[in-house]
């Protein structure tokens, strides 16, 4: 079955740059949940789209910025670069509609690295 | 403030041992839980949910977990635990709701080292 792909899957920096994370859904899915997990922590969460727009949003910097785009694939802008940037970014996707019993599907993440 | 709690963070197991990891929760209305495992340099993998009915779930790999309202909990079993099940465990939960707001709060995290 198909799943979550996300890209690039490593991704190193310098401090102040810009990076780009994309994800792609599961066919048919319309939600998309981007997390941020640091080392040795849990998943955390950053922002979410629904049809092509914020649904919702946590401890997401304003440095960060997202988009669903008509595809349904997700971007994940993030400028400023800091070395507490550091970190796996999961993006998840789940079902059109089906909110009271929302089943997350996670990629494989993008492993983000700034020197 | 929604939150989960997973009391064991470290847990060493030899092969054919019964596993139970404990998870909690705090959130005043209705939940949806998860229980993902994500093995070594990989990414999280839905072990089970619960929604509603049987409180007791059946996931992949030989895994359940209860649901047991009264005390807030969803733990994590499994009869008899394998090398390969060595991985990290996470606890999750979202509220159960008609809003398109799902996120998903997650506990701390189980290191399960299963010893051959």
């Known amino acids: 079955a198909a799943g979550v792909i996300q890209s690039p899957r490593h991704l190193i920096k310098e401090k102040r740059e810009t990076a780009t994370l994309k994800c792609y859904p599961i066919?048919?899915?319309?939600?998309v949940y981007w997390y941020q997990q640091g080392p040795g922590q849990d998943p955390q969460f950053l922002i979410s789209?629904?049809?092509?727009?914020?649904?919702d949003k946590g401890s997401i910097p304003d440095r960060f910025s997202a988009q669903q785009f008509s595809d349904y694939h997700s971007e994940l802008n993030m400028s400023s670069l800091e070395l507490g940037d550091s970190a796996l970014y999961f993006c998840?996707?789940?079902?059109?509609?089906?909110?009271?019993?929302?089943?997350?599907?996670f990629g494989p993440g993008t492993r983000l690295t700034v020197l | 403030a929604q939150s989960v709690s997973q009391h064991n963070h470290h847990v060493i197991l030899s092969e054919a041992a019964s596993l139970e990891l404990g998870c909690n929760y705090s959130?005043?209305?209705?939940?949806?839980l998860f229980w993902y495992v994500q093995y070594p340099g990989q990414h999280l993998q839905l072990l089970l949910k619960?929604?509603?009915?049987?409180?007791l779930v059946k996931g992949i790999k030989g895994f359940e977990a209860e649901f047991i309202k009264s005390k807030f909990s969803f733990n994590l079993r499994k009869p008899s635990v394998q090398w390969s099940d060595t991985a990290e465990y996470f606890c999750?939960?979202?509220?159960?709701?008609?809003?398109?707001?799902?996120?998903?709060?997650f506990g701390t995290g189980t290191l399960l080292a299963v010893q051959p």
């Open positions: 066919p048919r899915h319309d939600t």
């Open positions: 998840a996707s789940s079902e059109q509609g089906r909110f009271d019993t929302d089943t997350q599907y």
């Open positions: 789209f629904y049809e092509k727009m914020q649904s």
């Open positions: 619960y929604f509603s009915g049987d409180p």
């Open positions: 999750a939960v979202n509220r159960k709701a008609g809003g398109a707001t799902n996120k998903l709060i």
């Open positions: 959130y005043g209305g209705t939940v949806n």
